[in-house]
């Protein structure tokens, strides 16, 4: 063998040697096996894991059945929107809320569990939790863009109850509940609830019946609270013309009968505002109310609870309270829905504070107050 031969030979046999001992050095282990993209799904969150199986129940139970005060329009615009989201149907029962309780109330009795939601006022939610009818809403909050705080007004949800779990005020606006004939009130005359008290006002003056439930009483109850009883004893020699017919109040007002009203529909006086009608609200600052159209509630025991949870959550969603907030013309409690639909009056100014006035405490004050009113202003004599 020639002697380039073998050192050719001991040259591959050395390299060969180092190679295998460089793999086989201490501490080094193989790298990763490298796994294609797209090759393995990620693991879901377990809400999220929850949330899916939710659905897929939900979609199974088909339709909700929803009790509510809310017109045909408003109804079918949330169908839709849930029809969309999730292909889960509403059916409703609508009424009075008194209506609707005595219905809700009467079924139960008889083991009939039909409703899945209540959309209703604030008397008539408060009623059922006393009846024991109510279940919780919060254990059934599930989207991250629902339980986030800062998405909604105040920092967190707005409950009407006491608990603060049962009655979701899923709306806050201003109570513009006193309005003006611009014609007649010139701009800066009435800028707030002492203005009243000006002599140039007596006899001049609509009030809603303080002693019935609706705006009057809530602003009778509040501005009580905030100027004392005593405002209102001075306030009632002023003598206003107190009456129920809410739609014939404005109306007044609008032709010049009377200057101002108090406890106005606000519902009318949008019609009337968008008929061309010199009417204008007055938000004063002394309080400043935050009112709502309805309050969403469930019953325990609903015939779909888990499409009703699916609703919750959708309904709750930037999506859900655009669709709600136009169907309803009325502000959501979400900081993130638009507000260019509604009329300036109905809408929250940045970086005030507004007090509830359908929180559970004024309405059980209601009758307290009712009588307080009846003999301020010498009713039901």
């Not at 219905?103 to 006393?130: C, E, N, P, Q, W």
Request: glycine content about 8%; hydrophobic content about 40%; aromatic content about 8%.
């Amino acid at each position: 063998m020639s002697r380039s031969l073998l050192v050719a030979i001991s040259l591959f046999f050395f390299w060969s040697l180092m190679a295998i001992a460089c793999t086989r050095q201490p501490g080094l282990t193989p790298g990763p096996t490298t796994v294609p993209v797209g090759s393995e799904s990620p693991v879901k969150p377990a809400w999220e894991q929850g949330w899916d199986k939710t659905v897929e129940a939900a979609k199974r139970e088909g339709s909700i059945v929803v009790y509510t005060g809310a017109g045909t329009n408003e109804i079918a615009a949330l169908r839709t929107g849930l029809g969309n989201a999730y292909g889960i149907s509403i059916d409703s029962v609508t009424g009075r809320g008194a209506e609707l309780t005595e219905k809700l109330l009467r079924a139960r009795g008889a083991g009939l569990f039909l409703a899945d939601v209540l959309m209703i006022g604030s008397s008539t939610t408060l009623t059922l939790k006393g009846a024991g009818v109510l279940a919780p809403l919060k254990p059934l909050l599930v989207l991250p863009e629902v339980v986030d705080p800062k998405v909604w007004y105040g920092g967190s949800h707005i409950y009407g109850d006491n608990e603060g779990i049962y009655t979701l005020q899923w709306n806050s606006f201003p109570d513009a509940s006193t309005v003006v004939n611009t014609d007649l009130v010139k701009p800066g005359e009435i800028t707030s609830n002492r203005d009243l008290l000006n002599t140039k006002w007596k006899r001049k003056i609509v009030l809603n019946d303080p002693t019935i439930a609706g705006k009057s009483q809530q602003w009778f109850q509040m501005v009580s609270r905030h100027l004392g009883i005593e405002f209102m004893r001075e306030f009632a020699k002023q003598e206003p013309e107190i009456n129920r017919d809410q739609r014939l109040q404005l109306e007044w007002v609008a032709r010049g009968k009377y200057p101002i009203l108090v406890g106005a529909d606000t519902n009318v006086l949008a019609q009337l505002i968008r008929a061309g009608a010199p009417l204008q609200p007055v938000i004063a600052p002394d309080p400043l109310l935050a009112s709502t159209n309805s309050q969403l509630s469930f019953p325990s025991k609903g015939p779909a609870p888990n499409a009703a949870k699916v609703f919750l959550n959708w309904f709750l969603t930037k999506e859900g309270q655009t669709v709600a907030s136009k169907a309803f013309s009325i502000h959501s409690s979400r900081l993130d829905v638009p507000t260019n639909h509604l009329d300036p009056y109905l809408v929250r100014q940045p970086g005030l504070i507004y007090e509830n006035a359908v929180h559970e405490d004024v309405v059980l004050a209601q009758p307290e107050a009712a009588k307080q009113a009846a003999t301020i202003f010498g009713l039901g004599k």
